[in-house]
């Protein structure tokens, strides 16, 4: 069973930073492609970042790129976003995602909270 | 980078059939067979109930189907039940931006 167990979540204040982790088992980690999406508060679904399998093509979202890093621990089967400058509107609920074939997500983590305030 | 448009709400009575648009451009939905739709009750994570235009995953109902022309990927539910009252987002890939994937607006499906 495919499982994507995300943390790190926290209240922050702007222009801090926070890691947020995402532990995935049940399936080939290093071979599966890797999204971050968010979803603010009564809003709807934004992609935030990718990672291929081998960790060595990322890519960003405009809002993002530059503050945000993501990257991957292969063999501790874990996927990373490091997240700096936070602004306000970072504030979201923050999903792991396994990419299918397609382009298409799969599997959803249930999220992690990002509160960013003063 | 901006999103797929969706309309804000479409509703229907149970056991009516109801179609949600998803318009893009010759970039993403036009020029791809990559378009996904996912459904996300209150509070619930998305689940993937459409991928590549028109193919279902195991498991999900065949109410749901998909379709594309030109521009503007579809998602329709025939034989509307009240669990299927539940925001909609397509999505694509994107050939023109930094990061590859788009999501639609969203669409609150409500069943009367």
């Known amino acids: 069973e495919v499982q994507l167990l995300e943390s790190g979540g926290a209240l922050v204040q702007p222009g801090g930073s926070l890691r947020l982790s995402c532990a995935a088992s049940g399936f080939t980690f290093n071979t599966a492609a890797m999204k971050w999406v968010r979803q603010a508060p009564g809003k709807g679904l934004q992609w935030v970042s990718a990672?291929?399998?081998?960790?060595?093509?990322?890519d960003y979202a405009d809002s993002v790129k530059g503050r945000f890093t993501v990257s991957r621990d292969n063999s501790k089967n874990t996927l990373y976003l490091q997240m700096n400058s936070l602004r306000t509107e970072d504030t979201a609920l923050y999903y792991c995602?396994?990419?299918?074939?397609?382009?298409?997500?799969?599997?959803w983590g249930q999220g992690a909270l990002v509160t960013v305030s003063s | 980078q901006s999103a797929l448009t969706q309309p804000a709400s479409v509703s229907g009575s149970p056991g009516q059939s109801i179609t949600i648009s998803c318009t893009g451009t010759?970039?993403?939905?036009?020029?791809?067979?990559?378009v996904s739709w996912y459904q996300q009750h209150p509070g619930k994570v998305p689940k993937l109930m459409i991928y590549e235009v028109s193919n279902r995953p195991s498991g999900v109902s065949n109410r749901f189907s998909g379709s594309k022309s030109g521009n503007t990927a579809s998602l329709t539910i025939s034989g509307l039940q009240t669990e299927d009252e539940a925001d909609y987002y397509c999505?694509?890939?994107?050939?023109?931006?930094?990061?590859?994937?788009?999501f639609g607006t969203g669409t609150k499906v409500t069943v009367l």
């Open positions: 010759s970039s993403d939905v036009g020029g791809y067979n990559y």
């Open positions: 995602a396994k990419d299918g074939a397609g382009w298409r997500i799969d599997y």
């Open positions: 999505s694509s890939y994107r050939s023109s931006t930094t990061l590859h994937y788009v």
């Open positions: 990672i291929s399998g081998s960790g060595e093509t990322t």
